[in-house]
């Protein structure tokens, strides 16, 4: 197919050059969108709850969705 696709990639900080090297090498564009650690999930302004909260809208959310 023609259309693009997105990943989302976790990785040791320690790595982070040398991935941004990898993708810049391949012209593939790329966007960090922030840190992982703590018990929070932080989302800029738009999101700020505790990560077991998160964890269970993710989980159960679909499920919750097809039963309405």
Same mark, same amino acid.
């Given at each position: 197919?023609?259309?693009?696709?997105?990943?989302?990639?976790?990785? #040791?900080?320690?790595?982070?050059?040398?991935? %941004?090297?990898?993708? *810049?090498?391949?012209?593939?564009?790329?966007?960090? /969108?922030?840190?992982?650690?703590?018990?929070?999930?932080?989302? #800029?302004?738009?999101?700020?709850?505790?990560? %077991?909260?998160?964890? *269970?809208?993710?989980?159960?959310?679909?499920?919750? /969705?097809?039963?309405?």
């Amino acid at each position: 197919s023609e259309s693009q696709s997105r990943a989302v990639v976790s990785l #040791d900080k320690k790595k982070l050059k040398e991935f %941004e090297n990898l993708l *810049n090498k391949q012209g593939m564009e790329y966007y960090l /969108l922030g840190t992982t650690g703590g018990n929070r999930m932080i989302v #800029d302004n738009l999101i700020d709850m505790p990560i %077991e909260q998160a964890f *269970n809208a993710w989980d159960t959310g679909f499920v919750k /969705l097809l039963n309405k």
